[in-house]
């Protein structure tokens, strides 16, 4: 069985650059393939160095995270894997950096799933700004309730077999896809949903932050926009 990484970005700063170099030749060793979504607004340093990388790279306009997130799975579906492991990629060089061997034991697990929402544990949810905490918990228990039993959906990965792919890639078209890919998969595809909570999805501020300066109220804001979107695709998708 191999493992794909599948993920995307968007860094007009190239804050990441640094910790991409550090981590890459990890990130190669640890998945059969690479597969990204690029911006056309990130960074052109950035961008070089991950086309120097393993990574099949796709440049694409800045259209949401949603579209951002299908195109990157689309590139992925070109080539051979049995798996797949999507995760934002502030969040998997976190991931790397911090907590490596847990990284490689979850990708080495991923074949016995067919669709695994990976989420987060209690210390590394509060490691979060505080208006994602408190708008994040009433998206999560609104998809716990659909689901019947208690996740954690917005933590911004999850994996899923070719087969899985196959549903997602034909249905996926929602707004935002946290939700709505396990729904597919779960309501539509008529396939069981795994859930495991990890400390490598934690926050830290130089990676995970915003890019720009955004005031306190539309922080608030804007993760309360979020938060009712995906809870809407929750209780809507694949029903009727």
Not at 13 to 38: D, P, R, T, W
Not at 46 to 65: A, H, Y
Not at 80 to 105: A, G, N
Not at 150 to 179: Q, W
Request: hydrophobic share 40%.
């Amino acid at each position: 069985m191999n493992t794909a990484l599948v993920t995307v970005i968007h860094d007009p700063e190239g804050k990441s650059i640094e910790l991409f170099k550090e981590h890459k030749k990890e990130l190669e060793q640890i998945y059969s393939k690479l597969f990204i979504a690029v911006s056309e607004e990130t960074s052109r340093g950035l961008i070089t160095e991950i086309e120097k990388s393993k990574f099949n790279v796709k440049i694409i306009p800045k259209k949401g995270v949603a579209n951002a997130r299908r195109e990157a799975l689309k590139l992925a579906f070109r080539g051979i894997s049995d798996f797949y492991h999507y995760c934002d990629f502030d969040r998997i060089l976190t991931w790397v950096k911090c907590y490596p061997k847990e990284l490689r034991e979850i990708v080495e697990d991923i074949p016995t799933y067919n669709y695994l929402i990976l989420g987060r544990t209690e210390k590394a949810k509060n490691s979060h700004p505080i208006e994602w905490i408190e708008t994040e918990k009433i998206t999560n228990h609104i998809f716990s309730l659909e689901l019947g039993k208690e996740v954690d959906i917005t933590a911004g990965s999850c994996a899923f077999s070719h087969g899985s792919a196959k549903f997602i890639n034909r249905y996926s078209k929602a707004m935002m896809t946290d939700a709505e890919w396990a729904m597919i998969i779960w309501r539509m595809a008529k396939k069981q949903l795994d859930f495991r909570a990890v400390e490598g999805l934690e926050y830290h501020e130089d990676i995970n932050g915003l890019n720009g300066n955004v005031s306190e109220s539309d922080k608030w804001f804007n993760s309360l926009k979020l938060s009712l979107i995906i809870s809407e695709t929750a209780r809507e998708i694949g029903k009727g």
